[in-house]
């Protein structure tokens, strides 16, 4: 316990001054040794492989012990995400609540420096060159629950807010986050700060994912193997056929070579028969003869 205890005082100390060196109010972080032992009205819509959670509002964190073991998950990772979590919360005040949750996610994920659920900017290549990625705004609404989907919309989070830090820069994107209320959206007040539409903003990101991210690279050299397979395929069907041709021609061979054997033998014992006279007997005499020779 004390090691949890730790690395939430380490890393709140090396969060604050990201935060305008927030003075930090009480929170809580309950470690539980198993998800088994959580009440049900805690855990729902809580993923059952989210290593941690935030409750915002009620500063509260929960730590999962046996998830953060079975997905592999750093403590560290896991401590950090959850108090972006509380920290960005407590920086918004009681207008966080109109933060999207993508942000919120998004800004987790680039300030711990780690994914959640396996996410990567390298799932989402395929999906933005296909043209099947919808816009952030969709996870603004709902943030999907089943486990593909919600990794894909971890993934578009991180990947879309740190481009936005790294192009706009953090202060930039906490200003925004502090004028979001009830009357400006997130995405109203990025618009305002800026000066492009979401359109563009996500048009640009797109653009970077693809060509400037060096994602687009390392999802093809992750791929490399079932890519060499495909190319291979047909050298490989054509050295197959190769091999079966060649060796029904050698069973081939070798029944006619039984063939010949068989009938030489047949033609031995007729000869030998027409030279002993064609009788049986004469057969029986030389062979009993054989071997006082
Ligand atoms: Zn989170």
Redesign the pocket.
């Known amino acids: 316990m004390s090691q949890v205890e730790d690395v939430v005082a380490r890393e709140i100390a090396d969060l604050q001054p990201l935060f305008d060196d927030l003075e930090v109010e009480r929170f809580f972080v309950h470690v539980h040794a198993a998800r088994a032992d959580l009440p049900e009205t805690l855990v729902a819509g809580v993923h059952g492989d989210a290593p941690g959670f935030a409750l915002l509002g009620r500063h509260q964190i929960h730590l999962v012990l046996d998830v953060i073991a079975r997905t592999g998950a750093t403590m560290k990772g896991v401590i950090r ?1 959850e108090l972006v ?1 509380e920290l960005l919360d407590q920086y918004c005040g009681q207008d966080g609540r109109y933060l999207p949750r993508w942000f ?2 998004g800004l ?1 994920q680039t300030l711990a420096g780690d994914t ?1 659920l396996g996410a990567s900017e390298e799932d989402l290549v395929w999906r933005v060159s296909a043209g099947s990625l919808r816009s952030i705004d969709v996870l603004d609404r709902s943030f999907p629950s089943a486990t593909t989907q919600r990794r894909t919309a971890y993934s578009h989070s991180f990947s879309y807010v740190s481009w936005l830090v790294r192009e706009y820069g953090l202060p930039a994107l906490l200003r925004v986050a502090r004028y979001t209320d009830s009357s400006t959206t997130f995405a109203r007040a990025l618009v305002a700060h800026a000066e492009r539409s979401t359109l563009e903003l996500e048009d640009r990101w797109r653009d970077y994912l693809l060509h400037g991210s060096g994602a687009r690279w390392r999802s093809l050299f992750s791929n490399w193997f079932s890519l060499l397979l495909i190319l291979a395929l047909p050298v490989l069907v054509l050295a197959l056929r190769r091999r079966l041709d060649s060796e029904v021609r050698a069973a081939r061979r070798l029944a006619q070579r039984a063939a010949q054997d068989r009938r030489a033998a047949e033609a031995r014992e007729a000869e030998l028969r027409a030279r002993a006279g064609g009788g049986d007997r004469g057969l029986e005499e030389e062979a009993d003869d054989a071997p006082l020779r």
């Open positions: 995400h979590h919120h996610e987790a959640y």
